[in-house]
């Protein structure tokens, strides 16, 4: 070995002793750098575990997951005979695919491997260096112990089903299925509204470069409704989902539109003459005004209409039918149901997006008490042409313009009353905010209340600089409070925002005509349902969980169901736009093997041990395990199930075992855990 390497054999492959299984065990410590040697002994874990029996050698080594720790493994498995290798280093989230790899290219079944975590688990836990240490040795020891009863696996090999489902019509599910669709392969587009968009839709233009939101989205919205690849579902929503990678089975409702697509046009007259008009709370964010059949925009796609029976006259009194009547072409259909239709697809990515902030949670900003107090959304409508003031910055009143305007940021964010986490999006957003008030009302002053500008995309800080150069004002500290309560003969009819102006320690009341509250992004309200129904997990503030933050950001815990966008937490356009690709990459890149290997870790039921209690199917969060009521015993189904090993510690009568997590295996590895604890004291009494 050279002096640069500072790995050593600890026990010659000569003098092998043995565990009494016949196994010849090499263990590898790794330093990570300084991540594991600053608090662990590393020389010292590595030479103790060369002691150990079974074990033929043991070595430390600066990085074991480099090409040269690699090959260190692959040439002692071939010339030291090893059969069982055990790696301490880190998460096996991060690297136990790596080191199988290795032990596979050296001829070792890549199953008889076992990693100890000692750097998340250890050193990174504490700076008790002999604590580290001594825990290091005992999670080696562990290790040691199972590594010797397990078992070579095979992996498992399903076909992969070409078809794919969306589920969200954001622009992340729309760049997804359009990806996967030109690459030639079939996509089904499933979106809950009557048109696809989502928040995009909303906006006027989009930061830095002040595009035309409608400008970019429509054509993609069009592609989507014409590419012969995607079949697009509106007004639907997945209800159940069985099946596994390659092979789900999805149920979708469509609801009734009271349409007849194949008939409508799309001419607007039925919208035109309805004559029942209702505030639009949902599109327009209830600032505008919408009919009782209604499209959610004029270029919206599908350019059918939609019956809102609740507000119906027909479907609540059984009179009117105005719209069946003016119709030229006869799409009218008050007798439409809802229809069930099953899909089969191989993979599955979901696009759900996000919901606004509601600003009401945070009273001392006035919200619904204060009229001239909006909201972010409601201020992208505002300043929309399409919108309903046809792009006029008024006041609540809907005619007089405000000549000073306050911004506040980070409304529900970045606050540990509401969300710690930052939105990400609403500082630029809040900086065109200013720019378009700029625009609009030029003679305005407009005032925005932040705590830090996060301006960290391509060419954001330009645009920080743009809007500073108009002229906005920039006060740095958290507001306290939008009041309508003056003490002066300045602040008579205005409202006040009361904050501390960190910059210059003073407490400051600024009068301004309108305050826009940028609310912030958080979890959809059914985010945990939705989860439950795919399979996935959702983290504490309910967004669904990723595989791994940097290097697996789009693929999920379960096999085949993908994330992308907003749903799996806060992302401007271009974030969404980048993961929708990578998540289609992901897909296409799958269906293109048109086998998948799965991992051989399962779960496997004892026939004539189960004693038929059932816990076990309501437990398993993959619906892997059915229920036979002829023979009454429950058993997995392999391919369905992702060894999470829930039913094996529940079953009651030890029926469920674990490939790869034996009971025999797990206990091994308590026990080699436990090497040093204290033996009980046995006292021998002299006889009389």
């Not at 030109?182 to 830095?208: C, Q, W």
């Not at 003969?489 to 309108?514: N, S």
């Not at 993959?622 to 039913?647: M, N, P, W």
Request: hydrophobic share 40%; net charge neutral; glycine share 8%.
């Amino acid at each position: 070995m050279s002096a640069e390497t500072p790995d050593r054999a600890r026990r010659d492959h000569h003098a092998t002793p043995d565990a009494g299984h016949g196994e010849r065990v090499g263990v590898y410590v790794c330093h990570c750098g300084h991540n594991i040697a600053n608090t662990v002994a590393v020389e010292e874990v590595a030479e103790w575990a060369g002691q150990q029996p079974g074990v033929v050698v043991a070595r430390d080594y600066k990085f074991m997951c480099s090409s040269l720790g690699q090959e260190l493994i692959e040439q002692d498995i071939q010339q030291l005979g090893l059969n069982r290798v055990v790696v301490a280093a880190c998460s096996p989230h991060m690297h136990e695919k790596t080191f199988r790899s290795a032990c596979q290219r050296a001829g070792l079944n890549p199953y008889l491997f076992e990693m100890a975590n000692i750097r998340e688990m250890g050193s990174w836990a504490t700076n008790d260096r002999e604590a580290a240490t001594q825990k290091a040795k005992a999670q080696v020891k562990g290790a040691v112990e199972r590594v010797v009863r397990q078992q070579p696996l095979e992996p498992l090999y399903v076909d992969i089903n070409p078809n794919t489902l969306v589920v969200g019509g954001g622009v992340a599910g729309l760049t997804a299925a359009l990806e996967l669709a030109n690459a030639g392969y079939h996509v089904y587009l499933v979106e809950r509204d009557s048109s696809i968009g989502g928040h995009m839709a909303k906006l006027d233009k989009t930061f830095p470069t002040l595009d035309c939101a409608a400008c970019i989205l429509t054509p993609k919205m069009v592609d989507v409704a014409n590419h012969p690849n995607i079949t697009l579902m509106t007004w639907s929503e997945v209800v159940a989902v069985h099946g596994y990678v390659g092979n789900f089975t999805v149920r979708v409702r469509k609801k009734a539109r009271y349409i007849k697509e194949d008939l409508c046009t799309g001419c607007g007259t039925c919208v035109e003459k309805c004559p029942v008009r209702i505030i639009d709370q949902n599109f327009e964010v209830g600032l505008g005004y919408r009919k009782a059949i209604y499209r959610n925009f004029p270029q919206a796609v599908p350019k059918y209409p939609v019956i809102d029976t609740a507000n119906c006259t027909f479907f609540q009194r059984g009179k009117c039918r105005a719209c069946e009547i003016v119709c030229p072409t006869d799409a009218i259909d008050f007798n439409q149901k809802d229809t069930i239709v099953d899909l089969e697809v191989g993979n599955i990515i979901l696009a759900t997006g996000y919901e606004q902030f509601d600003a009401r949670r945070v009273p001392q900003y006035g919200y619904g008490r204060l009229a001239n107090v909006f909201t972010s959304m409601e201020f992208e409508r505002m300043v929309n042409a399409a919108g309903p003031t046809a792009g006029r910055v008024v006041l609540r009143d809907g005619v007089t313009v405000p000549k000073r305007v306050g911004i506040i940021h980070c409304v529900g964010s970045r606050d540990k009353n509401y969300h710690e986490y930052c939105s990400r999006a609403c500082c630029m957003a809040a900086l065109k905010f200013a720019h378009l008030v700029h625009e609009r009302v030029p003679e305005a002053e407009v005032f925005n209340f932040y705590i830090d500008i996060r301006a960290s995309g391509k060419h954001y800080e330009e645009f920080y600089h743009r809007v500073l150069s108009e002229g906005a004002h920039f006060i740095r500290g958290r507001v306290a409070e939008v009041t309508d309560a003056a003490r002066g003969p300045g602040e008579e009819g205005q409202l006040i925002i009361q904050v501390e102006d960190t910059l210059i320690g003073k407490q400051r009341r600024i009068p301004v005509d309108m305050v826009i509250l940028m609310a912030g992004m958080e979890a959809r309200k059914d985010a945990r349902q939705v989860a439950a129904l795919f399979g996935l997990g959702c983290d504490y503030d309910g967004w669904f969980t990723e595989r791994h933050a940097k290097l697996d950001p789009v693929v999920t815990m379960t096999e085949g169901i993908l994330v992308a966008g907003a749903c799996q937490g806060p992302k401007a356009i271009p974030e969404s736009v980048a993961q929708g690709s990578a998540a289609a990459a992901r897909v296409a890149g799958m269906i293109g093997q048109r086998v998948m290997k799965m991992e051989p870790v399962r779960a496997s039921i004892d026939a004539a041990s189960c004693s038929g209690c059932r816990i076990c199917n309501n437990l398993c969060p993959y619906h892997a395990i059915t229920f036979h009521e002829d023979r009454k015993v429950s058993e997995v189904i392999t391919a369905l199930c992702q060894g999470c090993g829930a039913c094996v510690a529940a079953c009651p009568s030890a029926a469920i075992s674990g490939a790869h997590f034996t009971r025999d295996q797990v206990l091994a590895q308590i026990e080699g855990i436990l090497w040093d604890a204290r033996q009980p004291e046995v006292l021998w009494l002299e006889p009389q």
